[in-house]
Nanobody
Framework: QVQLVESGGGLVQAGGSLRLSCAVSGSIFSINDMGWYRQAPGKQRELVAIIYSSGNTNYEDSVKGRFAISRDNAKNTVYLQMNDLNPGDTAVYYC???????????????WGRGTQVTVSS
């Protein structure tokens, strides 16, 4: 069973910073893409940032230049550095990862339970 556990959320004032972490555990052969999504009250879940196995990244337009996604493959962990936060960033942030469970190609795609980020004005 694959588990994703997020940490690092909290309450911060506008202009502040937070760093989210997501550790992937379980019997895993390899991890492909790792991403961060967020869901604000009354809104759909949206992609914030994604990092591919190649190391390439992609960001939602509103966070470009403020957020940075990175990964530590040795630790099966993905990070999201969030700078210059504003109240519009308030949401529950979810980690997502997909990959292979074994050499035969069985795959997984899993979500974490989420971590709350609240930005006060």
């Amino acid at each position: 069973q694959v588990q994703l556990v997020e940490s690092g959320g909290g309450l911060v004032q506008a202009g502040g910073s937070l760093r989210l972490s997501c550790a992937v555990s379980g019997s895993i052969f390899s991890i492909n893409d790792m991403g961060w999504y967020r869901q604000a009250p009354g809104k759909q879940r949206e992609l914030v940032a994604i990092i591919y196995s190649s190391g390439n990244t992609n960001y939602e337009d509103s966070v470009k230049g403020r957020f940075a996604i990175s990964r530590d493959n040795a630790k099966n962990t993905v990070y999201l550095q969030m700078n210059d936060l504003n109240p519009g960033d308030t949401a529950v942030y979810y980690c997502n990862a997909d990959g292979r469970l074994d050499y035969s190609g069985r795959s997984f795609a899993s979500w974490g339970r989420g971590t709350q980020v609240t930005v006060s004005s």
